[in-house]
């Protein structure tokens, strides 16, 4: 089948974003006597619609480019012309 090779690139970007996390809270350690602002966004995908929310406008720029591409990507997969 046509999606056994996205597999390995899932599980690799997984695991990219596990290092990320891991990393975060490491730097944040380091960081506690220090007074920061902390900026916050994220998507919630409920299959092709996006749900956008965040308390940074940068970041809630950020988060809608992605889940514009993320949408793309799911019309391409879901109509077969992804992997060809």
């Known amino acids: 089948m ?4 996205l597999i390995p690139i899932g599980f690799i970007i997984v695991l990219i974003g596990v290092v990320i996390i ?6 944040s350690t380091f960081n ?8 916050t966004a994220g998507v919630i995908l409920i299959g ?8 940074s406008k940068s970041l809630i720029f950020i988060s809608t480019a992605g889940a514009l ?3 793309i990507v799911y ?10």
């Open 2 to 5: 046509y999606f056994d090779k």
């Open 22 to 27: 891991m990393s975060g809270v490491i730097l």
């Open 32 to 39: 506690q006597g220090q007074d920061s602002k902390i900026e």
């Open 48 to 55: 092709p619609i996006p749900i956008i929310f965040g308390n």
């Open 69 to 71: 591409i993320l949408m």
């Open 75 to 84: 019309f391409l997969m879901s109509r077969g012309e992804f992997i060809r």
